[in-house]
């Protein structure tokens, strides 16, 4: 009876740990694809603030992104642009309902001196719909 109890005992420790390895293998797995959605999200969101910068500002030659961030109100990025970190820097701020950067950008005053039209800024929508109506009368 004692082997009877050691072989059963030991084939549920053994189940146990296969167990705990596919459980641990399936967590990864599920963090690989979270990381790999969060990257896309983050590359498209890049996309359209520096197509807003673009359009909303002169002499715009370089737009280089630092940080990414996560707040209870949304999520935006930090960036700066031209090369000069400690006087033409921004951060873009997400937090509508499609989850998409549209034009909340907060900008150092150096850089705000390079504002195309600075009582109406295009949002990214907006851009979208004139580059849109461009294309169709071409």
Known sequence: MTKKKIMIATGVFILLLLGGY???EHQETKKQEQQKIEQK??????????????YNFNDIESIAFT????????????GYVNGDEKKMYFSASIYNEQHTFEKSLS????????SKEPY??????E??????TKDTNN
């Open 41 to 54: 999200f983050w590359s498209n969101q890049k996309i359209r603030i520096e197509k807003f910068i673009r």
């Open 67 to 78: 940080e990414t961030f996560k707040t209870p109100m949304g999520v935006g990025i930090h």
């Open 107 to 114: 900008i150092s005053s150096k850089l705000g001196k390079f």
């Open 22 to 24: 596919k459980y641990r």
């Open 127 to 132: 851009i979208e719909e004139i580059e849109k």
């Open 120 to 125: 109406h800024v295009f949002s990214v929508t």
